[in-house]
C-alpha cells in the first residue's frame, strides 16, 4: 500500500506577530513547524499501513529548501521516504499552482493508494490544497475526516461537519483531508530520528524532475495573488441592554431595524 | 574552528525530546516525588522512545549516538523530572558503558541488547558503607570457586539497586593487592545469595529508586566478568568520567527549570505596584543565573566533544560535573529566593528543583572529590 502524505512548513502563529506599521508577518525568528494537521496526516497513513499489514509512506512538500527538516522529522514519525519540492519556479505560488505541483509530482510516484492531506495550514487557513489536488488527479475525496478505516479494498472515512457526522466509503485511490480529532501524533524516537537524517531516502525533486508546464506553477500558474495583509481593526465593543425585558426586547428590535438587519 | 551549532539531527533530538519530556515525564514528575515512587511505567516509556539505550551501539539494539547528541536527552528529560534522568543516566554511563567498553561479545548481546529496549534494567554497584569517597578501599570479595566467582559483601546508595535485573558490581579479586586487585563483574537479579537490601528515603530525586544490594556467597558464572581480573579499578574511573559528563547536563536540565519557574513568576508577580521581573535586584537575578546555566553547557559540551573526538576528557567531565552541580544548586536557590514564601511550598516546583539540584554534588564523585581529580590533573600530580 503507497500512502502520500502531502505535508506544509509553517511559522509557528503562536510566536507570529504581525508589523503595525506594514501590515505583513513579522517572519524574522519565528520557528518554522511541521503544520500541525499534517502531523494528524501522517500520523493516519502509519497506523494505516501498520493495518494493511505494510506498504510505504513517502511525505512531499513543496518549499524552500529549509523545509527539508520539516520532512526529517515526518521520517523519524515513521515515514519511509521524503521529497521536498523545491526550485525557484515554484516560488510565489497560490493553493491552484501548489497543487498543480503536487500532482505532477503524485504522478512520478506510480501507483498510489491514498493521500492524505492535514484539512489546512494554520498559516493561509484555505483548506484548498488537499481537494485541488484529488481534483487535478481526478480522484474521489473526503474531507474532514475524523475516522479513517481500510475495510475490503475500500475506506471508510467519518467526516466531521457542522455538528454531524458523515460516514462514507471511497475506492481507492482517494485523498482524504484529516482533523486533528482523527489522531494523535506520535513523538518520534531516539532511533526514528537519527535514521530520519541517516538511513531514509531523502530526495530533492525541481520542476523538471515532475514534468510540469512551467506556466503552471509559481507564480506565472497561480490565478490568486495576495494584494495586502492586514490586521483587522479591533471591533468596538458590545451594547448590553439591561433593565425591564419588555423594554430591552423593544430596544433590541428597533436597533436591528435600524441596522437594516431586520 | 569552533562551532556551538548543533547538527540538524541533534536540534530535532532536542525538540523531540523537550516534547516527550513535556507530555509525558513533567505532568508526573510532582507526584512521583511526593510518593517517593519509581514509575515502571513511565521507565519503560522512556525506554520506548530509546532513552536508556541512547550510546548502545545499533547492533545491540540502542541508537548509537555520541556523547554530545546524549547531553541533549539527558537535560531536557532532566528539566522535566530530575529523577528520570537519574534513571537514564545511569542506564547509559553507568551500566551500558562498561559493558559496552569492556564485555565480552556475549556479554554484550545478553545485557545491552535488553537493555537498550528497555526489557531489563541495570545498576551500578562501586559504594559501600567504607568506600565513598575513597572508592578504592572496596570490601567486598570475588573468590574463584573454580566454576564460578563467589561475591560477599554490600553495596550502598545504589541508584536503581531496588529495580534492576541485573548490577555491574566492582569487588576485590585480591585484597593485598588493594586497587589492582579490583575487577568488574555482572549479577543477575535471582541469583541465590543476592539480595536488596533497605531502600532509602532521600531528600531529592525521590522518583528514582535507591537501594542497598547485599551477597552472601553469591555464586556467578566465571564468565561473568568484565575484561581481566585487576581492571576494576580502571574500568570504574572510566566509567565515572563518561557519566560526569552527563551530570553536566542534569545540572543543566534541573537549573533551565528553575529559572524558567523564577522567570515567568517574576513576570507575573506584583509588588510595589511593579511585576518582580521590573525590579533590578531581581533581574539582575535572573541574568546571572542565566549566564550561569550558559556556562556550564560551554563545559559539559566540550568535555561532550573530548569524548566524541577521542581525546582525554577525565577533567573536563570533573569540571562540567563540579562547576554545574554547584550551580544547580546556586539556580535552584535564587529561584527559590525570587518566589519568596511561595518558593518554600510545594505548589510550586522550585522547592522540589532545589532538593533535586543536592545529589548532583554528592554522587559520581564528591565536589571535593572533583577538585581532587582537576587538581591532578592541573597541578601533574
Known amino acids: ?262 | 574552528m569552533i562551532d556551538f551549532k548543533l547538527s540538524p539531527e541533534q536540534e530535532l533530538i532536542r525538540k523531540t525530546v523537550a516534547e516527550f519530556a513535556a507530555e509525558v515525564i513533567a505532568p508526573m514528575a510532582a507526584e512521583l516525588d511526593e510518593k517517593q515512587e519509581f514509575s515502571m511505567e513511565l521507565t519503560r516509556a522512556i525506554a520506548r522512545q530509546g532513552y536508556l539505550g541512547i550510546i548502545v551501539p545499533p547492533e545491540y539494539g540502542g541508537a548509537g549516538a555520541c556523547a554530545l547528541t546524549y547531553c541533549q536527552v539527558i537535560e531536557e528529560v532532566s528539566k522535566a523530572c530530575a529523577a528520570q534522568g537519574v534513571t537514564m543516566s545511569l542506564s547509559n554511563s553507568l551500566v551500558a558503558y562498561p559493558i559496552m567498553t569492556y564485555g565480552s561479545e556475549e556479554i554484550k548481546r545478553r545485557y545491552l541488547t535488553p537493555l537498550a529496549s528497555g526489557e531489563k534494567l541495570g545498576c551500578f554497584a562501586l559504594t559501600e558503607p567504607n568506600a565513598g569517597s575513597d572508592s578504592s578501599n572496596q570490601e567486598t570479595t570475588a573468590t574463584d570457586g573454580g566454576d564460578c566467582w563467589i561475591i560477599n559483601g554490600s553495596k550502598i546508595f545504589i541508584s536503581n539497586g531496588g529495580v534492576a535485573d541485573f548490577a555491574v558490581i566492582i569487588a576485590s579479586t585480591n585484597r593485598a593487592a588493594k586497587i589492582r586487585g579490583l575487577s568488574a563483574f555482572i549479577v543477575d537479579k535471582g541469583t541465590p545469595g543476592f539480595t536488596i537490601g533497605v531502600k532509602e528515603n532521600k531528600l531529592g530525586i525521590r522518583a528514582s529508586n535507591t537501594a542497598e544490594l547485599v551477597f552472601q556467597n553469591c555464586r556467578i558464572p566465571k564468565g561473568n566478568i568484565l575484561a581481566a581480573p585487576g581492571r576494576g579499578f580502571r574500568i570504574a574511573m572510566d566509567t565515572l568520567d563518561g557519566g560526569r559528563v552527563g551530570v553536566g547536563a542534569q545540572a543543566c536540565g534541573i537549573a533551565r527549570a528553575a529559572y524558567e519557574a523564577a522567570h515567568k513568576y517574576a513576570k507575573e508577580r506584583k509588588q510595589f505596584g511593579s511585576a518582580l521581573v521590573d525590579f533590578q535586584g531581581i533581574a539582575h537575578k535572573l541574568a546571572d543565573m542565566k549566564l550561569d546555566i550558559e556556562t556550564t553547557r560551554l563545559l559539559t559540551w566540550k568535555a561532550a566533544w573530548l569524548k566524541d573526538n577521542k581525546k582525554r576528557f577525565a577533567k573536563d567531565a570533573a569540571m562540567a560535573k563540579l562547576y554545574g552541580s554547584e550551580m544547580a544548586t546556586r539556580v535552584a536557590h535564587q529561584a527559590i529566593q525570587i518566589h519568596g514564601g511561595y518558593g518554600f511550598i510545594k505548589d510550586y516546583p522550585v522547592e522540589r528543583y532545589y532538593r533535586d539540584a543536592r545529589i548532583l554534588e554528592l554522587y559520581e564523585g564528591t565536589s571535593e572529590v572533583q577538585r581532587m581529580v582537576i587538581a591532578s590533573y592541573v597541578l601533574g600530580v
Not at chain 1, 103 to 121: E, K, S
Not at chain 1, 251 to 262: A, P, S
Request: aromatic residues 4%; contains cysteine.
Open chain 1, 1 to 262: 500500500m503507497l500512502i502520500i502524505v502531502p505535508i506544509k512548513q509553517v511559522p509557528d502563529t503562536n510566536d507570529v506577530r504581525i508589523d503595525p506599521e506594514t501590515g505583513t508577518l513579522i517572519r524574522e525568528g519565528v520557528p518554522s513547524i511541521v503544520n500541525p494537521e499534517d502531523r494528524h496526516a501522517v500520523e493516519m497513513a502509519l497506523v494505516l499501513k501498520d493495518q494493511a499489514g505494510g506498504g510505504k509512506v513517502v511525505v512531499v512538500s513543496m518549499g524552500p529548501p529549509q523545509a527539508e527538516i520539516a520532512l526529517r522529522e515526518m521520517l523519524a514519525m515513521g515515514a519511509d521516504e521524503a521529497i521536498l519540492l523545491s526550485d525557484r519556479a515554484f516560488a510565489g505560488a497560490d493553493t491552484l499552482a501548489t497543487a498543480c505541483a503536487l500532482a505532477h509530482a503524485v504522478r512520478q510516484l506510480g501507483q498510489y493508494d491514498l493521500i492524505i492531506c492535514g484539512r489546512q495550514a494554520i498559516d493561509g487557513d484555505t483548506a484548498q490544497v488537499g481537494p485541488q489536488l484529488a481534483e487535478f488527479l481526478q480522484i474521489p475525496q473526503a474531507t474532514y475526516a475524523q475516522d479513517l478505516r481500510l475495510e475490503g479494498g475500500k475506506i471508510r472515512v467519518e467526516r466531521a461537519v457542522e455538528g454531524e457526522v458523515q460516514v462514507l466509503e471511497l475506492p481507492l485511490p482517494a485523498l482524504v483531508t484529516c482533523l486533528k480529532e482523527a489522531n494523535k501524533p506520535r513523538i518520534p524516537t531516539l532511533k526514528g530520528c537519527i535514521g530520519a537524517f541517516r538511513e531514509k531516502p531523502f530526495q530533492v525533486w525541481n520542476a523538471s524532475r515532475i514534468k510540469v508546464p512551467l506556466e503552471q506553477i509559481g507564480l506565472k500558474g497561480s490565478p490568486t495573488q495576495v494584494r495586502r495583509t492586514f490586521t483587522p481593526p479591533p471591533r468596538g465593543q458590545g451594547i448590553v441592554l439591561t433593565g425591564d425585558p419588555q423594554q430591552a426586547v423593544q430596544t433590541l428590535v428597533q436597533t436591528l431595524r435600524e441596522k437594516g438587519i431586520m
